[in-house]
């Protein structure tokens, strides 16, 4: 069933970046996020560019349900090379200490959750920008949750369609796509928008919402499938400056 329900959704289309994982780290007020960005900066961000230059996403939360909170999402070839990643990292000397640091003493957080995701046929490739922007942009994380697959496939396939074309006018470049494979929530469909300003999103989203054509798709598609979306989950992130995708 999975793997029919991803199919169904991605295709066969073979990309460079075709899984990923994504962790939210839920913490209280104090040191600890501090400590999650001493870890990431110097311990795990150097070594997966160190031993798998696999591209990754490190950011803070600044409007969320849970705060404070930092989110990770770290792109993969394959299911095999994210599977033994942790492995990998665990048998690097410099990691190792990073990590033993990081988790001696108190705890770290309070708890996690995390996904696995695999790319939509239609998500463009999850890299790094050619030239960097002076500073780290705004990155929306939005989840929509289907109430079933056949539904979530009907939602890709509004996305994939005219909803991207309404996206890309309005001012909204996702950079990335996926279908919850393992994870919280499932059916659904997560993405993650990057804005260079929180004035930059409010601009495009209400682009978005004025577009005359979006009313007319999201009534055919809802005539099509019913409501293809029951509810969203909306977070939104600052990248850290050490982040490899900022």
Not at 205 to 228: C, N, T, Y
Request: net charge positive; with cysteine.
């Amino acid at each position: 069933m999975l793997t029919m329900a991803g199919m169904s959704a991605q295709g066969a289309a073979p990309k460079k970046s075709q899984y990923y994982v994504m962790e939210q780290f839920f913490m209280e007020n104090g040191p600890q996020p501090g400590r999650f960005h001493e870890f990431c900066s110097k311990g795990l961000v150097p070594a997966l560019e160190r031993l798998e230059k696999m591209p990754a996403l490190v950011m803070e939360a600044v409007m969320a349900p849970h705060m404070p909170q930092a989110a990770l999402i770290i792109a993969g070839e394959s299911y095999e090379q994210l599977k033994g990643v942790a492995a990998r990292l665990h048998a690097d000397k410099q990691f190792k200490q990073a990590h033993d640091a990081w988790e001696s003493g108190e705890p770290p957080y309070q708890n996690s959750n995390a996904w696995f995701l695999e790319a939509t046929q239609y998500s463009p490739e999850f890299k790094p920008l050619e030239k960097p922007l002076a500073a780290p942009r705004y990155f929306e994380l939005r989840v929509y949750h289907s109430p079933t697959w056949r539904q979530l496939a009907l939602l890709h396939e509004r996305f994939a369609g005219p909803e991207i074309k309404i996206f890309h006018r309005a001012g909204v470049h996702p950079i990335l796509y996926s279908t919850t494979m393992f994870g919280p929530d499932r059916p659904s469909l997560t993405y993650v928008i990057p804005f260079d300003s929180l004035a930059a999103r409010e601009k495009a989203w209400a682009a978005f919402g004025a577009d005359p054509e979006w009313a007319k798709v999201r009534k055919e598609s809802i005539d099509k499938g019913g409501q293809i979306s029951l509810r969203i989950q909306i977070s939104i992130y600052r990248a850290m400056p050490y982040s490899p995708i900022r």
